[in-house]
Nanobody, 127 residues
Framework: QVQLVESGGGLVQAGGSLRLSCAAS????????MGWFRQAPGNEREFVAT????????YYPESVKGRFTISRDNAKNTVYLQMNSLKPEDTAVYYC????????????????????WGQGTQVTVSS
């Protein structure tokens, strides 16, 4: 089992920044690919960012590319999401997720590919 706890959400004005953290425990953190997802009311959970086990590969959808940065510190068992130039449409509950590294080059990016989830942290961007 992997336990994930997100923190760092809050209320911010449009154009502002937030940094989310996700602390992992229970298994060897560096054995897991990590992802950030978000879900707004009435919407499906959507991909925000993913990072492979070593931190050497990251992926983003076009909606956040250039504004959000995912990173990880395997010594601290923590993955981060730096969010800059926030927009009202970024408002959602943000979740981190973990999936055991498959041994392949592929890094999962859809919610159904992740086994372990945190409880989420609310991000609200006011206009």
């Amino acid at each position: 089992q992997v336990q994930l706890v997100e923190s760092g959400g809050g209320l911010v004005q449009a154009g502002g920044s937030l940094r989310l953290s996700c602390a992992a425990s229970g298994r060897t953190f560096s054995n897991y690919d990590m992802g950030w997802f978000r879900q707004a009311p009435g919407n499906e959970r959507e991909f925000v960012a993913t990072i492979n086990w070593s931190g050497g590969r990251t992926y983003y959808p076009e909606s956040v590319k250039g504004r959000f940065t995912i990173s990880r510190d395997n010594a601290k068992n923590t993955v981060y999401l730096q969010m800059n130039s926030l927009k009202p449409e970024d408002t959602a509950v943000y979740y981190c997720a973990a999936e055991e590294y498959s041994g392949s080059y592929y890094v999962p990016y859809s919610p159904g590919e992740y086994t372990y989830w945190g409880q989420g942290t609310q991000v609200t961007v006011s206009s």
